[in-house]
């Protein structure tokens, strides 16, 4: 039996990354699944396939890429097969079978953008984010930071040729680059990240302190001893008043 594996497996193997981290893991849950019928509704019926570039994106949105345990799912919801939509996945390049970093640079790699110093951009940024450009590859264009933090790749035009070299920084483009810029960016990057951080840190202080105020409470309740019923009383017998002797006739 040969060990090479089919399409299908070869398309769908997981790719591990450091990006994880930053990103839930698949999981259907109602609301995604609500969301996929939503989608799948808005096409005729026997049109279902339809769906299943809409629902791919969705499912980037939520967890970064497209993992190798969504894509049976998708083509379910779709009415189609998981080589179907694993073929949709490896043809487009912005959808990703690798999960990114939190920050996903992507370097308009173009004429335009090359001519006006976005070539000069890439090892630039490779070495700010401690990456080897020589990992960037066709069969696997992203490259990811150790730390899961950043990912980079070069990409086709970005649509603003006018004002290269183009960056865009997972959904902001920024025109204009420079090294500088390059470096604004990450600044700001890590300022958002530490924000969250913060903002996740005080929230899980407070959960923990209204767990703490819960569970002070349920003991209160369990130390606390139920009220006896008291009998009721019963009426004080009422005392007849002693007859007066009557008078002695004399």
Known sequence: MSETPNAIDAITAPVSSPGEKFFPKFEVTPELTAKAQELVAL????????AVLPIIHHVQEEFGYVSPEAMPWIAEMCKSTPIHVAGIVTFYPGIHR??????HFRVCRTIACALA????L???ICSKMGVDP??????????VSPDGLWSLEAVECLANCGFGPNVMVNDTLHSQVTRGKIDEIMAACKKELAAERKEAAAAKKEAAAARKE???AAAA???TPEPVAEEPQKPAARKTPAKKA???KK
């Open 43 to 50: 096409y005729p019926e026997g049109k279902e396939q339809s």
């Open 221 to 223: 309740a369990e130390d």
């Open 246 to 248: 009557a008078p002695k």
């Open 214 to 216: 819960a569970k002070a």
């Open 117 to 120: 110093g976005g070539e000069e």
């Open 134 to 143: 020589a990992e960037m590859t066709d069969e696997e264009p992203m490259v």
């Open 122 to 124: 890439l090892p630039y």
């Open 98 to 103: 690798k999960c990114p970093g939190k920050f």
